[in-house]
């Protein structure tokens, strides 16, 4: 249901454009580094008690790759529009903090880490103009939905008295929508090729881990908005 | 690779700067030793300790090693389940025996979880089980097992006689232990042989490899009988840290000079782990321990199972009715002031023979009897005859060369005209074991950074490469120690001889 109204939206919005102008299809290869704030902390209820869960406040970089398929149309004389799916993916982020047994910092006696990873599926487009016939500087947005997955929680003990709980949070995923905006410029180095650079900020949506066994609540640390500033190197193939 | 590394780092060092404080603290009573031959049975005794300030449920001991069990009620002191570590700063022992007849090493553990795995804590590193088990067969002779006390450790500890008057203070009395019946039979090895100059040789090795095994648990000094006991916190209505003298006082010394030691709490405690001010003060460390004559009838009875009495100036030869209180080895006399002899078969009389000033024993017949006669003052004493309630010392009757009859395994008893307030009978009121070595870095020497402070000489004391060595506990327990002139050289009230004098 849901693939059948995304192509529903896609014909309404390219149906018009290939009534106005001639659509050179557009595949563009796109790779770079993502930066987040993966910052989080959550009580969590383990009865008769509650630890807490303090992230670390710290900006996080991963690569992000991806691919956008599809057409590029002139409507206004050097003004084009492209408009396709893209699919990206990033490295894992990693998340990291302390536990504080009893939420007391005195019984500071584990930190954890876990890896946040977001697929994302998207509608994107992109407007760009031409100067001297052959940069063409753009600004470009995005909507989808993100499939994000919160996997791998670890512990490690703050002294070699500590020892991990025996059930680790699970693994857990998660669909969140997705958006974009960014700006850059692509080169045309040959009649069909094109290189480029730009700067998108990313909303990858919310994640969160599994639960534990242990735990007596079904609450578990999650990230509610994780945004990505990222720098893109591309190369596009225009048919 | 990189950023997972500096990740687990930036982490780690954030959480230390907070601080460190395990949920359950296991801090070791007896280290388990660090090598086994298949064959031999391994133990280690742990304090568990609910270091949170939460009661905890579902306590128990975890993912022990394979061929590693937990002994049920070794002593009043262990846990009979431990639910009973439930509430904020309770605690109490345990005993693990590792059977070295598995394959591989032993190391982790043991893992104290609480909430079926939410809280786990196990001993600091240090700490922990660590055992490297060689293939055998073990060494059947006694010269291999000088140092093997692995059926002696397997042993209990505390007498099953509770003494309701003494119990919280005093502590259990302590176990008859004996001596490995097979693989290896060392019940063959102890002689009264004099002339079996190897054998003497080994049991004197052996007693002075019994009392090193202890120096190096890092006990206290306290007035117990056994080693594994602890004062509790109230003693018979009395809170311990106002027990000034008696039953169940413990050394709250800290500190004392040369301060070039450095030390932050007990002297060789490196400050880290389970080895700090925090553990020895307030997480009841401190608390086990024995007293001087307490450490040697103990370390008598491990290193043989040889018995004599606990109390310094009974096990010195005075009586135990009060009469022979200031009486001085070369003060006795036929009449009233005669002391007591040794009898293996009662483990409340004296331990061994008085030396004499020659390095012999003294005979009570003969020509020679009395260390060459009553009133001569032949014996190994800085007090002469004739007998006085307030004996003057005179520290010029032990020479140097007379140091040199003394053999490893002699006790060596101090008195005090007076008594020093220790002891309110007795004259009588230190024991020292005498080893036989000298400080140095020799193979048969002590280095001087194991040579403990003491509290009595002056502050600008130190240990110095040839200075004979004894072992004693008093200040923070059992240690080794110079045997300085001014404490004890000068104060040499006797000593006795128990190697090759009595049984076990």
Redesign the interface.
């Known amino acids: 249901m849901k693939k059948r109204i995304f192509l529903a939206c896609l014909l309404m919005i390219f149906l018009p454009i290939v009534s106005l102008a001639t659509i050179r299809p557009v595949v563009t290869v796109s790779s770079g580094i993502a930066r987040a704030n993966v910052y989080s902390s959550k009580v969590i209820a ?1 009865a008769p ?1 509650q630890n807490t869960y303090i992230g ?1 406040n ?1 900006y ?2 991963a690569s992000d790759t991806g691919l956008f398929i599809g057409g590029e149309a002139v409507f206004q004389p050097n003004w084009a529009w492209q408009l396709g799916l893209s699919y990206f993916q990033n490295s894992s982020f ?1 998340e ?3 536990v504080y ?2 939420s ?10 876990y890896q946040i990873q977001s697929r994302r599926i998207s509608i994107d487009t992109k407007i760009s103009h031409a100067f001297e016939k052959i940069w063409h500087p753009y600004l470009s947005a995005s909507i989808g939905s993100a499939f994000n997955k919160a996997y791998q929680y670890t512990e ?1 003990p ?10 680790p949070f699970a693994n857990h995923s998660n669909t969140s929508l997705t958006y974009s905006a960014g700006l850059g410029f692509d080169v045309d180095i040959t009649e069909h090729w094109r290189l480029g650079a730009g700067y998108r900020f990313v909303n990858l949506g919310n994640v969160n881990l599994g639960t534990t066994p ?1 735990q007596s609540s079904t609450g578990t640390i999650s990230n509610s908005h994780i945004y990505t500033n990222e720098l893109l190197a591309q190369i596009s193939y225009l048919g | 690779m990189n950023k997972y590394f500096w990740s687990i780092l930036i982490s780690i060092i954030s959480a230390n700067s907070w601080g460190e404080t395990p949920i359950f603290l296991v801090t070791p009573n007896t280290k388990v030793t660090s090598s086994l031959v298949q064959g031999q049975t391994g133990t280690a005794i742990y304090q568990v300790l609910n270091n949170s300030n939460h009661t905890l449920s579902n306590i128990q001991v975890t993912n022990l090693p394979t061929g590693v069990t937990q002994v049920s009620n070794p002593g009043p002191d262990y846990c009979t389940n431990l639910t009973s570590l439930n509430g904020p700063g309770s605690l109490c022992l345990i005993e693990l025996q590792i059977n070295s007849n598995i394959s591989g090493n032993l190391s982790g553990g043991p893992i104290i979880s609480a909430y079926n795995g939410l809280f786990r804590s196990q001993p600091f590193i240090a700490d922990q089980l660590s055992t490297q088990i060689t293939a055998g067969p073990v060494g059947q002779t006694c010269g291999e097992n000088i140092d093997n006390f692995s059926y002696e450790l397997t042993q209990p500890f505390d007498s099953g006689v509770i003494d309701p008057a003494t119990i919280f203070s005093w502590g259990p009395g302590r176990n008859h232990l004996l001596l490995s019946p097979s693989n290896p039979n060392l019940t063959i090895c102890p002689t009264l042989d004099l002339t079996n100059t190897t054998q003497i040789a080994w049991m004197q090795n052996r007693m002075i490899a019994a009392e090193n095994f202890w120096v190096t648990q890092k006990l206290n000094y306290c007035h117990h009988h056994v080693v594994d006991f602890y004062t509790p916190v109230t003693s018979y209505g009395t809170p311990r840290t106002a027990i000034a003298s008696g039953g169940g006082f413990c050394s709250t010394s800290t500190s004392l000079a040369p301060s070039n030691y450095g030390q932050q709490i007990r002297w060789n405690y490196s400050g880290t782990e389970s080895e700090t001010i925090d553990n020895w003060v307030n997480k009841n460390r401190m608390w086990y321990g024995v007293d001087c004559s307490d450490f040697t009838s103990f370390a008598y009875n491990f290193a043989f199972g040889i018995q004599f009495n606990s109390d310094t100036g009974f096990q010195g030869g005075q009586k135990t009715d009060g009469s022979q209180d200031t009486v001085t080895p070369n003060s006795q006399d036929l009449s009233t002031h005669l002391l007591e002899l040794p009898n293996s078969s009662d483990p409340n009389s004296p331990a061994g023979l008085l030396v004499c000033k020659d390095g012999t024993v003294e005979t009570r017949t003969g020509p020679t009897a009395f260390c060459g006669g009553l009133g001569t003052d032949g014996y190994f004493s800085v007090f002469r005859s004739p007998y006085s309630t307030h004996p003057i010392p005179h520290p010029e009757d032990i020479t140097p060369a007379m140091l040199n009859l003394l053999q490893p395994g002699d006790l060596i008893y101090l008195g005090f005209a007076g008594n020093d307030g220790n002891n309110p009978t007795s004259m009588v009121t230190h024991v020292v074991t005498w080893t036989g070595k000298h400080v140095g870095n020799g193979p048969n020497d002590i280095p001087a950074s194991q040579i403990a402070p003491e509290s009595i000489c002056p502050n600008n004391w130190q240990p110095q490469t040839g200075d004979w060595v004894i072992i004693d506990s008093h200040y923070q327990g059992p240690d080794y120690r110079v045997f300085s002139a001014c404490f004890y050289q000068n104060n040499v009230w006797g000593v006795r001889r128990v190697i090759g004098y009595m049984n076990p």
């Open positions: 383990f008690f670390s710290h996080d970089t990693i990291s903090g302390n047994f009893f007391d910092p005195a019984f500071n006696n584990l930190t954890y880490q490690y703050v002294t070699t008295a500590d020892l991990p709980m025996t059930q242990l």
